[in-house]
T-cell receptor, first 117, second 110 residues
């Protein structure tokens, strides 16, 4: 079974620009979560989507947004990029369906390394 | 407030020298404690899920245990290839969010 894929893997943008990152979950997984990882802050939760609806949200400004499509693929968008947005952006998917214990195990993609100059 | 604290921040071991990593948590209702391994520049790799105090899981040289306030990841006779950052996360039944610790950077010397 194919794992979580993220595109692009690397991205360099300039302050003020916007960026869109893409995530394809494991087949059959309906929940997709996004995280920002930086050396100083560790893994910070951005948001979670389930069945095309945002189910949960972290403490990030409105410049960070996302969406999920009917095939569970997800995109996140960052507008008006700032230098501090430079980070590894990780996507994770889980079954998150019936409430069985293992349904909430998250599997991560390789990440997109975003550099803002 | 839900919180996860991992210790130590960094650990250097000689090959074969067993040790334990700690993950302390405060959460409004635990809906799972998860351990991950992360290699530099890669996404975290899922290792274990624990749900209730007293539960234990094993995989090769790794064994994870859970109490009501903390989890331990025991590494028995580690090898250099076990060098990585080990992350702990909890899922809260109050918020249904996943909260991650900042990780333990493990270096195993040959």
């Amino acid at each position: 079974k194919a794992g979580v894929t993220q595109t692009p893997r690397y991205l360099i943008k300039t302050r003020g620009q916007q960026v869109t990152l893409s995530c394809s979950p494991i087949s059959g997984h309906r929940s997709v979560s996004w995280y920002q990882q930086t050396p100083g802050q560790g893994l910070q939760f951005l948001f979670e989507y389930f069945s095309e609806t945002q189910r949960n949200k972290g403490n990030f400004p409105g410049r960070f947004s996302g969406r999920q499509f009917s095939n569970s693929r997800s995109e996140m968008n960052v507008s008006t990029l700032e230098l501090g947005d430079s980070a590894l952006y990780l996507c994770a998917s889980s079954l998150s369906t019936s409430g069985r214990k293992n349904d909430y195990e998250q599997y991560f993609g390789p990440g997109t390394r975003l550099t803002v100059t | 407030e839900d919180q996860v604290t991992q210790s130590p921040e960094a650990l250097r071991l000689q090959e074969g020298e067993s040790s334990s990593l700690n993950c302390s948590y405060t959460v409004s209702g635990l809906r799972g404690l998860f351990w991950y391994r992360q290699d530099p520049g890669k996404g975290p790799e899922f290792l274990f899920t624990l749900y209730s105090a007293g539960e234990e899981k094993e995989k090769e040289r790794l064994k994870a245990t859970l109490t009501k306030k903390e989890s331990f990841l025991h590494i028995t006779a580690p090898k250099p290839e076990d060098s990585a950052t080990y992350l702990c996360a909890v899922r809260s039944s109050g918020t249904y969010k996943y909260i991650f610790g900042t990780g333990t950077r493990l270096k195993v010397l040959a």
